[in-house]
């Protein structure tokens, strides 16, 4: 009788040990079919409220802004988003990421200041979010900064936008 009741806890017990490895094995295979997914297709196809696209970019789309936000993106975004915004950056390559490119016009086409505000505020794995890290000034000069990659072309900033952040701009 003791035999036979350790047989079956043995039995038991390789039972169990079986189902978590399957179960285990199943939660990694989808976790690598989810990341294999979102590198297939922009990894920025973040939900955004309603509210959150309606947002208007209270900074004024010039060449100082846009400065700003340039100078910003080579520190914060370009490792992966690369130097000049077309999504091949170095970590990307790195990750197998397959960002979006935005020096294409389409790009970007569909998407309010106010969803390009959101995203990069929240981020979307693998992306950090930057709200906590930059101030809403900071990042509304980033939007703009996007909008000049796909050619969109900036207004002249007056001598007060100018000197708001210590640029000086040089006149042409």
């Known amino acids: 009788m003791a035999l036979r009741a350790k047989a079956l806890w043995a039995i038991l017990v390789c039972c169990v040990a079986g189902a978590i490895f399957l179960a285990l094995e199943k939660q990694a295979g ?42 910003r993106y080579s520190t914060q975004c370009s490792l992966c988003h690369g130097t000049n915004g077309d999504g091949k950056g170095d970590a990307a390559k790195e990750m197998k990421l ?7 016009p389409d790009t970007l086409a569909n998407r309010s ?40 072309v900036p207004a002249k900033a007056t001598a007060k936008e100018a ?10």
């Open 30 to 71: 989808a976790q690598s079919t989810g990341a294999a997914g979102s590198a297939a297709a922009s990894p920025h196809n973040l939900a955004v409220t309603p509210d959150d696209a309606a947002k208007k970019n209270p900074i004024r789309f010039t060449d100082a802004s846009v400065a700003r936000g340039k100078k």
């Open 98 to 104: 397959n960002l979006p490119d935005f020096t294409k």
């Open 113 to 152: 200041d106010g969803d390009l505000f959101a995203i990069i505020s929240s981020g979307k794995d693998p992306m950090p979010g930057a709200k906590g890290r930059m101030a809403d000034v900071q990042l509304w000069n980033l939007v703009n900064f996007l909008r000049s990659l796909s050619g969109k």
């Open 163 to 172: 000197a708001e952040e210590n640029i000086v701009l040089i006149p042409q």
